[in-house]
């Protein structure tokens, strides 16, 4: 592979980590907001501001939609990194596709209906009774399932152009 070439995927890969990792730090800003160990609040698109707690039954659901939003931002986090750290892996030793990465991107691609689902409801945390169901949810797997299929095709194609050499 082109040394040109590789230098600048990883150097995108790397560059890639930031926003990833920004994204961290906001929701770990959330999680310590929402659990009382910091307090401070920030209303500027990011909502690090406390949760309003309900008096009545409704109560459930905000413990159901905590969970969901904590669990499925943790394991979309960390599916990320690995997959950016699989392929800085993988780059190394000349393999830019990997099968593990297509196993990955097809989970990531179940795990993000949950994500988005969510995330769009996000605003039970902050005394909204109503659940929200837009097309994120939908269109968010989709896509990711699309790149997982052209990524598993692109690693038959490098496969095999490897077995032609």
């Keep these: ?3 040109k070439i590789l230098k600048s995927s990883k150097l995108v890969c ?3 980590l930031i926003p990833w990792g920004l994204w961290t730090l ?17 209303y500027l698109g990011i909502d690090i501001a406390p949760i309003v707690w309900y008096d009545d039954e409704a109560i459930v659901a905000q413990y159901v ?7 499925t931002n943790i394991v979309m986090i960390s599916m990320v990194f690995m997959f950016i750290f699989k392929s ?6 000349n393999e830019v596709f990997t099968r593990s990465n297509v196993k990955l991107l097809y989970v990531m691609a179940a795990v993000s209906f949950f994500y988005e689902l969510f995330m769009a409801n996000r605003g039970i ?8 169901l837009d097309t994120a949810p939908f269109t968010t797997p989709l896509v990711v399932l ?10 038959h194609a490098y496969e095999e152009n490897r077995l032609t050499i």
């Design 1 to 3: 592979m082109d040394n």
């Design 14 to 16: 790397l560059l890639a």
């Design 26 to 42: 906001v929701i770990i800003l959330r999680l310590l907001r929402f659990a009382g160990l910091i307090n401070f609040n920030v």
């Design 65 to 71: 939609e905590l969970a969901g939003y904590a669990i």
């Design 88 to 93: 800085l892996k993988g780059m190394d030793v």
């Design 125 to 132: 945390l902050y005394g909204s009774r109503e659940v929200v």
């Design 146 to 155: 699309v790149v997982a299929v052209f990524y598993r095709l692109a690693l």
